[in-house]
Nanobody, 127 residues
């Protein structure tokens, strides 16, 4: 089951930008994250939004280039991708953790299990 829906993927050249969207309300979840995966590799955590704490976390590889945010209505989560590089090419997924967050989710800073996922949106960066 896919309870979330991502959009905004596409093909860009190196240095380009995209904005991904995910229909995930911060009223419904304790954590929302963006992940990416390439064929044959494990899903990689890219950016997390710790809703209760109002904090964000990023993978080192995207720090300073990607930004996770939500709209004013708190119904949509975004991932702004700037200065895209060929190694950013992947399927990007939105994930969410239900409320209330269990202890493992809290202690890990939203790095534990995600119950809800979207089908993914492809980002392709050409050199």
């Amino acid at each position: 089951q896919f309870q979330l829906a991502e959009s905004g993927g596409g093909s860009v050249e190196t240095g380009g930008s995209l904005r991904l969207s995910c229909g995930a309300s911060s009223y419904a979840y304790s954590c929302v994250g963006w992940f990416r995966q390439t064929p044959g590799n494990e899903r990689e955590r890219v950016a997390l939004f710790l809703i209760g704490a109002g904090e964000t976390k990023y993978a080192d590889s995207v720090l300073g280039r990607f930004t996770i945010s939500e709209d004013d209505a708190k119904t949509t989560m975004y991932l702004q991708l700037n200065n895209l590089q060929p190694e950013d090419t992947a399927a990007y997924y939105c994930g969410a953790v239900s409320r209330p967050a269990d202890s493992r989710t809290v202690i890990s800073g939203c790095s534990w299990e995600y119950q809800y996922w979207g089908r993914g949106t492809q980002v392709t960066v050409s050199s």
